[in-house]
């Protein structure tokens, strides 16, 4: 990645975020140590050893979900559609009922039969190695794009920084991304997910000082938040109204955050890091304070209303920066613009760990996918723990790699592309998953139907898009609703699992086993 022209580095800032940075690389090193388990078992090197009680978990949680892309993306929507981009605020709140109500049922259940992965209870709960390997395939699909997106979070810091302009450092293209790959392949093999959960404190609270001072700093800087708004289009203030014809902007958004709702706590991500809480108390208690989060959220996406109002689009000196990563590159140019050398140090520090930490929970989930829905259940059924633990290992270094190639390779928009798709794929692991939470009425081949058929329509509805949008328009009797893609792809996969269980359930005599009881779930 060459430098980009107009931007320097400056050296107080550079010594500031390589400090920090060096300090992170050092705690997830050090953190095989910590809270000692034997790292060569899966549920220790993968879960934790399901030990995290409720700060760790918040921290982790927090660091899970709220990535470094969130951290770049958000204002970045805001700063080019406006209002549209706070649907990710209505979407982290109503996300928390949901995992106090559901998904701490999955955690129970999990914790009694030993279950890793989401896969692995919906193989206990239907019996059906097939619908669980789909289950968890979708699942590993879903989350490399998402792993490369944190890298692309990475590209943009280290543009900012301008330290691929610093002298022999464009020698090796791309070094500083190689380097930061590097730290976060080893410190992940080494430490798992105890290392992640010690990074994760580091990054949040470096993140809520940047938030903090942000939301101070910039308005007393461009004379208030009356100012910040006056300063933005009114038409990116609020949604255009529908007709009765076209339920319009206000319809999607609403479809956009209610899909969003319904897939954040399924990617694998976020069940690994639930699944690492030491009682189902600890998921609950959680679920109540988890919207901390989301309030942070919503002060980090009106930073895309501040960088309008700072002008920073048209300043010559970002114009590289914004040729290269667009909008993406709004928040960079704000810190750069209106904070202290020191402190820029801190905000990218900030958003670079925060990249480290999501990245690694992503990679570690894939390899407890591969490892105990793939690897021990179609490839060596009788493999030992420690096998078990190794191939995880490798698997997480690959679907880490296979990210870097993405960035490295490939337009940043297919990782883009690729990870709208994987929200709309995500989705359709409601049935097998969330619903069978609490009722197995539907007969697995049901559900594998449903949910092929819902990936193959969502990935239908996003190519007619261009992979630009996931709200695709529907026409109901005259009306235009646009609506997420997901939850239309949602609907048809529900509609095919109820036909096809009707249909099954009526017919298909054989038992049906389920390891799991009632009691299991409380």
Known sequence: M???????????TLTVFFLLFALVTGLGLLAARWRKGDLSQLTEWGLGGRRFGTLIAWFLLGGDLYTAYTFVAVPALMFGAGATGFFAIPYGMLAYPLLFVGFARLWSVASRHGYVTAADFVRGRFGSRSLALAVALTGIMATIPYIALQLLGLQVVIAALGIQSLPGLDVIPNLPLLIAFLVLALYTYSSGLRGTALIAIVKDMLVYATVIAAIVIIPIELGGYAKIFAAVAPEKLILAKGTSSNLGAGFAYSSLAFGSVLALFLYPHALTGMLSASSRKVVERNAIILPAYSFALALIALLGFMAIAAGVRAMPQYAGGFDRFGNNFAVPALFLTMFPNWFAG??????AIGALVPAAIMAIACGNLFTRNIYKAWIALDCSPQSEARVAKLVSLCAKLAALVFVLELQSTYAIELQLLGGIWICQTVPPVLIALFTRWFHPMALLAGLVSGIAAGTAMAWSLGFKSSIYALHIFGI??????????????????????????ATDKSPRRDETLAADYV
């Open 346 to 351: 801190i905000a990218f520090a900030a958003i």
């Open 480 to 505: 235009t609703v646009p609506c997420y893609a997901a939850l239309s792809a949602l609907a048809l996969n529900l509609a095919v699992g109820v036909v096809l269980s009707l249909l099954f359930n």
């Open 2 to 12: 060459p430098a980009i022209s107009g931007i320097k580095s400056d050296p107080v």
